[in-house]
């Protein structure tokens, strides 16, 4: 059974970085094809993809958010975990993380979200 | 703006069949699969139809999913009081470096 879960702070201040965390089970980020991404809903908004790692290291961004976002894998914790920088209130948003099955394939399996709230 | 457009709402009585449109472009929809996502109030979203047609187990065969050139529609059938959620559907987009684009997503009401 897959599963995964977000982490971080639920608060941050304008200018600072985000970190959050993805812990996951039931599946290896080794594993060829096999990938997690991150996504985030702000409060009564669509969806927003923001990046995504796969098993062989390749990382894949949102375009509109390439030069604030970094993600990175540390396979033996199993956890992904994704930074952004220079936070504003817009980034406000329930921020997901979910396992990619294949390369190139949707995410299947979603984490229950984190909340995270920019404010000063 | 969400590159992927889908109605805003759309409504049906229970037993109903609705259908909620997906409309892409040639770097999206039109040489990718499609995918559909349920979610509902307060909860994660879910993986509802894969590669356009496929449907997940456990996910009711009252859910179907095609798409034809740069559109993809989402049909549900003999439509349930549960099935009131938001839907969105997702493409990779090869226009810049591969990515993946949302729809805005479609409240639907049951009635």
């Known amino acids: 059974q897959i599963t995964l879960k977000e982490s971080g702070p639920t608060l941050v201040k304008p200018t600072q970085t985000l970190t959050l965390t993805c812990t996951f089970s039931?599946?290896?980020?080794?594993?060829?094809?096999?990938?997690v991404g991150w996504i985030r809903q702000p409060p009564g908004k669509a969806l927003e993809w923001l990046a995504l790692?796969?098993?062989?290291?390749?990382?894949r961004y949102s375009p509109s958010l390439k030069s604030r976002l970094t993600i990175t894998k540390d396979t033996s914790k199993n956890q992904v975990v994704l930074t952004m920088t220079n936070m504003d209130p817009v980034d406000t948003a329930t921020y997901y993380c979910?396992?990619?099955?294949?390369?190139?394939?949707?995410?299947?399996?979603w984490g229950k979200g984190t909340t995270v709230t920019v404010s000063s | 703006q969400s590159v992927l457009t889908q109605p805003p709402s759309a409504s049906g009585t229970p037993g109903q069949r609705v259908t909620i449109s997906c409309s892409g472009s040639?770097?999206?929809?039109?040489?990718?699969?499609v995918y559909w996502y349920q979610q509902l109030p307060g909860t994660a979203p879910k993986l509802l139809i894969y590669?356009?047609?496929q449907r997940p187990s456990g996910v009711p065969d009252r859910f179907s999913g095609s798409k034809s050139g740069t559109s993809a529609s989402l049909a549900i059938s003999g439509l349930r009081s549960e099935d009131e959620a938001d839907y969105y559907c997702?493409?990779?987009?090869?226009?810049?470096?591969?990515?993946?684009?949302f729809g805005g997503g479609t409240k639907l009401t049951v009635l």
């Open positions: 979910a396992h990619s099955p294949d390369y190139g394939s949707g995410s299947d399996v």
């Open positions: 039931g599946f290896s980020l080794s594993t060829s094809g096999v990938g």
């Open positions: 590669r356009n047609n």
């Open positions: 040639s770097s999206n929809i039109g040489s990718n699969y």
């Open positions: 997702a493409a990779w987009d090869d226009s810049l470096s591969a990515y993946v684009v």
């Open positions: 790692i796969y098993w062989n290291d390749d990382k």
